[in-house]
């Protein structure tokens, strides 16, 4: 019990990343809530938020935010992150959190082919791709033009600068589940012949370009994370890469691109990636980059974010694995998704062993503000 205790407290210790200084190893997972009108975060969305840090939570990441680009997202009430209005209540969200000594960045999103035709809130912008394949691979609209692409380019940049001004504490940049820069790196979804595709490297290629945009924006100094996955909404066995060699290839372009920090995103932190280790993703990124790493994936919950039928119920865990884990330095931060969203106490109640008050996951909680 002393051990498992010892191993415990050793997710309340403090870490220093670039400008980043975190009082714990907790993350609050980016999670798409939709309770942004016309795409401008609220007060409530402001309250949301600051109980997390009020919560002890170490870092916070938001929800998806739409950069400047017309079809980035689905839904009228997903926030975005340009324009007046949106960075106003931003701010607003930015300034709550610090208040309550947290410490809060921002994810910039474009979901790219995984946007319908007709879909709000711009109806009339089509999906964008780099293939204008679907995650099914079938067409749907024209491949993106060099145009096109250097335009997107910029609006993660020019998201990324307005981050920084506002006062987020850095950004993170999203790759993974199968989202616009995703389409990239996948070959099912990327069947350029051009820079931006062709082996594993060159279909990073669009990515780095985006990081490295984004690093020239913010300085040096402003910390940049990347969220990447293999699994996609639609197919949760796909790999990016088989092997470890592969994943390499693949991670070694980002990391001198920029990145700070991996966040390596499974659907259940605790499984291994490749045949003869242990090492989850986070630990084989950690392995080959020498960055830090956060791992998530039905953390303290004994059910997948989404099954085949959707979102599930998920009952509450013990921590055991994912403590042993830490223990081993497979990773250096810890993200916690629908246990934070349903309970904005859940890390104080973990570091006070009030384990008997953790909630389990009700997937009618999506409908609500906790």
């Known amino acids: 019990m002393q051990n498992n205790e010892h191993s415990m407290e050793q997710l309340f210790q403090p870490i220093q990343i670039r400008n980043l200084s975190l009082r714990n190893r907790t993350v609050m997972a980016p999670m798409t809530r939709g309770f942004s009108p016309e795409g401008v975060p ?20 938001t929800e998806g ?9 689905s839904g009228a009430s997903i926030p975005t992150i340009h324009g007046k209005a949106a960075l106003n209540g931003w701010s607003q969200v930015v300034k709550e959190v610090h208040e309550a000594g947290g410490k809060i960045i921002a994810q910039l999103w474009h979901v790219g082919m995984a946007r319908k035709i007709g879909d709000l809130p711009n109806s009339e912008a089509l999906p964008i791709g780099p293939s204008g394949l679907s995650l099914d691979g079938e067409k749907v609209t024209d491949p993106m033009t060099t145009e ?7 609006a993660y940049a020019n998201a990324a600068a307005d981050a920084k001004r506002i006062g987020f504490d850095g950004i993170e940049i999203h790759g993974a589940h199968g989202y616009l820069i995703d389409q990239f790196f996948w070959k099912k979804t990327n069947k350029r012949t051009d820079r931006y595709g062709g082996d594993i490297v060159g279909r990073t290629r669009f990515a780095v370009e985006i990081v490295e945009a984004c690093r ?3 300085g040096v100094d402003f910390s940049i994370v990347f969220r990447f996955s293999q699994w996609k909404m639609n197919n949760y066995k796909a790999k990016l890469a088989e092997t470890s060699d592969q994943l390499e290839s693949f991670l070694i372009p980002l990391a001198e691109a920029g990145v700070d920090v991996f966040h390596c995103s499974t659907r259940h932190f605790w499984e291994p990636e490749f045949e ?4 989850n993703l986070a630990g084989w990124t950690k392995r080959i980059t020498g960055k830090p790493t956060i791992t998530v994936g039905s953390v303290g919950l004994d059910g997948a974010f989404v099954s085949n039928n959707g979102m599930e119920n ?4 013990n921590l055991d694995r994912l403590i042993e884990r ?6 250096d931060l810890i993200a916690i998704g629908r246990s934070l969203l349903i309970d904005p106490a859940w890390v104080v109640k973990i570091r006070e062993n009030q384990k008997e008050k953790l909630i389990p996951f009700n997937k009618e909680a999506l409908g609500t503000l906790y």
């Open 216 to 218: 020239q924006a913010v």
């Open 276 to 279: 003869g280790s242990a090492l």
């Open 326 to 331: 830490f223990e081993n330095e497979e990773f």
């Open 42 to 61: 609220n007060s409530e969305v402001a309250a949301y938020y600051r109980r997390r840090a009020e919560n002890q939570v170490g870092l916070i990441i």
């Open 314 to 317: 998920a009952n509450t865990s």
């Open 148 to 154: 096109e692409i250097d335009d997107v380019i910029e």
């Open 65 to 73: 935010t739409a950069i400047n680009h017309p079809s980035a997202v």
